[in-house]
């Protein structure tokens, strides 16, 4: 292309009106064509955040005129009980969940990394649960956990001898509960782990084995470093999704009993939703947007101590 | 022990714990066909019969047309959503991907640094204007608060058309360019059909989104006529909560479209997990 334009015996200032034309052109396309995303952005994404850091200041019920009341949202924010509490349970969850995933996860990829096999048919029995994610299995794991006639409890009986438990509906064991439930979807993160181990070049192991070292030192000093970039990803997505926690504790308990499953976003929208205070639940949703940021920025800067990137760089 | 055993006892290890936790996995699918199998008596057996006898396939029947609760029209609202904001995603999302990636143009970067920084924007800081702008609208109540957005770009869709568009040769476009196409056919005859393999991970990205979608359409849609199979499931569950079996028949039905989704196309389904997991 460059040749053809520079064999041409054009006049300079004719080629140079040329390109500018083209420049011209090709703005404009360009635009054009970005266009969708440009107006979804302003009237979807910006306009709305925007729009909620404003309503987060006034008490706009959608009866009567917002007035502005200052940081009065967030003042009742830090003295209600409710909030407090609905922090704690969301915060307790993702604590345990989070690690837990990243844990058994990775365990049962390193397993199946094995050159198992039958591998098409592992991978389809672990992952098939996360594709049906929301209100289904929901409904089913409402219907398992079941006091009287669920199956869990006859499992638990027949396995380890223990009574009967409430699990949704007993104020400790709700939480525990849906973890467990949690666990159920663990077959996405091995996936994604799973896919990481077999981008690890073989060579490592190869020259790591005519040194002599066994595998667990191989485990530790090869595939554990190697793997840390998707750990540390998938821990910032997981921290991230596992704060949003919504419909399965809406469809399976409401918060209950006694609010002890009362997830963050439940409570943002009981206040949204059900009483209408636009006002509060946009502060609500400021400070979850906030508390995740300062999560996912710590989790962003102990990465520098163990977070390793090949060539000691990090990708862009 | 040599290196031999230590290996067979790895893989002995392995095989004991992919097994034990396939099976983990396996019993609550077959506890739910179970129970959607049952008649009302076997339900509250105890203990639980995992084989229903006499199989009663009717419940299927049954829990779709239960009255007050027209599953039939649920399925098909979550059809017509679930399509029509496929289609707006990958027809806008393709489109500016392509500017994005194939098209120099100023700006272009700063633009496409902000549609980063957007996937990173949690979808609840928007929940309530949202639902404020499309009350005003008069939007609320119609399917339009859950198609419409699809139709101007999905930023981690653009990202990943964008991506996939990169790797494609230019020598394609400027060849195409001479041959006297402009940007439009490009983008119709030579770019879009080297991308359909990413198209069917796109796809399935959406179409499994918005099956499953919850809370959208818990904050938008009232009315029953209007109501999508995830909220006609969830009605169901607080007015029949004691007929289980009827409960698991339809959560069946209203997985089905997904699992014969992934029966079909498993390879793209892995790819896609593939891709949000290692980016």
């Known amino acids: ?316 | 022990m040599n290196q031999r055993q230590v290996r067979f006892l790895m893989d002995l290890l392995s095989y004991l714990v992919l097994t034990t936790g396939a099976v983990v996995i396996l019993i609550p699918w077959v506890w739910m066909l179970s129970t959607a199998l049952k008649d009302n008596n076997q339900v509250f057996q105890i203990p639980p019969v995992w084989i229903p006898h006499p199989f009663v396939w009717n419940n299927f029947w049954d829990s779709m047309t239960q009255p007050g609760l027209p599953f039939g029209l649920f399925l098909s609202n979550s059809v017509i959503i679930t399509v029509a904001a496929t289609v707006g995603s990958l027809l806008s999302s393709s489109i500016v991907a392509f500017a994005f990636s194939r098209i120099n143009w100023t700006g272009r970067n700063v633009l496409f640094f902000i549609v980063l920084a957007t996937m990173m924007i949690p979808s609840e800081i928007t929940i309530v204007p949202r639902f404020i702008m499309f009350k005003m609208l008069g939007w609320n109540d119609t399917f339009l608060p859950l198609i419409v957005p699809a139709f101007l770009g999905s930023p981690f869709y653009i990202f990943i058309l964008r991506q996939f568009m990169l790797t494609i040769s230019m020598e394609y476009d400027l060849a195409a360019k001479l041959d006297g196409c402009n940007t439009w056919s490009i983008l119709w005859k030579i770019i879009l059909p080297q991308c359909v393999p990413v198209f069917m991970t796109v796809s399935i990205f959406s179409i499994q989104a918005h099956w499953n979608d919850f809370m959208s359409p818990l904050i938008y849609l009232s009315s029953t006529s209007n109501f999508t199979a995830t909220l006609g499931l969830s009605m169901f569950n607080g007015e029949y909560s004691t007929n289980w079996t009827l409960l698991m028949a339809a959560s069946i039905i209203v997985m089905l479209p997904i699992l014969i989704l992934f029966a079909a196309a498993q390879k793209y389904f892995i790819q896609g997990i593939v891709t949000t997991g290692l980016k």
């Open chain 1, 1 to 316: 292309m460059e040749s053809i334009v520079k064999n041409q015996t054009v006049p300079l200032t004719q080629k140079k009106r040329f390109s500018n034309k083209r420049k011209l052109k090709a703005n404009l396309v360009g635009w054009l064509m970005a266009s969708p995303w440009i107006i979804g952005f302003l009237v979807f994404t910006l306009g709305p955040t925007l729009g909620s850091l404003e309503i987060s200041f006034t008490d706009w019920n959608l009866l009567s005129a917002p007035n502005y009341v200052g940081m009065s949202n967030y003042i009742k924010m830090a003295n209600d009980p409710l909030i407090k509490h609905s922090v704690w349970v969301t915060t307790y969850y993702s604590v345990v969940t989070v690690p837990l995933h990243l844990i058994i996860g990775f365990l049962l990829a390193l397993f199946l990394n094995r050159q198992i096999k039958g591998m098409t048919l592992w991978r389809t029995i672990y992952y098939l649960p996360t594709i049906i994610s929301g209100v289904a299995v929901s409904l089913l794991w409402k219907w398992l956990f079941n006091p009287d006639f669920g199956v869990l409890n006859d499992l638990t009986g027949l396995v380890f001898h223990i009574g009967k438990f409430d699990w949704l509906g007993n104020e400790t064991l709700v939480i525990p509960s849906l973890i467990l439930m949690s666990l159920w979807s663990v077959g996405g993160s091995m996936l994604i782990y799973l896919a990481g181990l077999q981008n690890i070049p073989t060579e490592l192991y190869e020259s790591a084995q005519l040194d002599g070292a066994g595998g667990f030192k191989q485990l530790l000093y090869i595939t554990l470093p190697m793997m840390t970039p998707v750990l540390f990803l998938n821990l910032i997505m997981g921290i991230i999704s596992s704060f949003q926690t919504f419909t399965s504790a809406f469809v399976m308990t409401g918060g209950g009993p006694n609010h002890a499953s009362l997830f963050y976003m439940l409570e943002l929208y009981f206040n949204a939703f059900q009483d209408f205070h636009m006002g509060y639940a946009s502060a609500m949703a400021w400070v979850l947007f906030v508390y995740i940021l300062i999560l996912t920025l710590l989790v962003f800067v102990s990465g520098k101590y163990w977070v390793y990137y090949e060539g000691g760089e990090r990708p862009a």
